[in-house]
């Protein structure tokens, strides 16, 4: 085997596994950033009017540039080392694009995860949604709950 092409697929795995670290939003009612421990939280408390599934898309609508890079990167050293001369040249710049497109796609899916919109009537009779990923208790209509609100984030908890 060519040692130039396991070097670059060698970078092609970094570049992959690096990507799994991309999407950095949880929107988890059970964690919180450094800056928001230790800080106080308005409490309210009030009861579920309904649950809904959402996907939260961490990528806010930005490309994946690094899986783009990664996958043209694996794509462009798998097709160079199909044929030879032009040929290689071709495979290598086809498979470059094939690569981008899907790794550009495989961020996106990491990017998101299941969460819920919870609409809670509070006991002052105002309306609020929250949405949060699912990673704890599934909350149901007529369900007390408490709202804390901290910084312009609100958690829905038990």
Known sequence: MNRSWVKACAWALVVSLALSG??????????????????????RFGTVESVRGVTIDASNGQPGVLGALGGGLLGAVAGSAIGGGHGSLLSGAIGGIAGAVAGDQVQSHFAQKHGVEITVRLDDGSLRAVTQSVDGPMFRAGERVRLLSSGGVTRVTV
């Open 22 to 43: 991309c999407a950095t939003f949880d929107g988890s009612a059970n964690v919180y950033s450094a800056s928001q421990a230790q800080r106080e939280e308005t409490v």
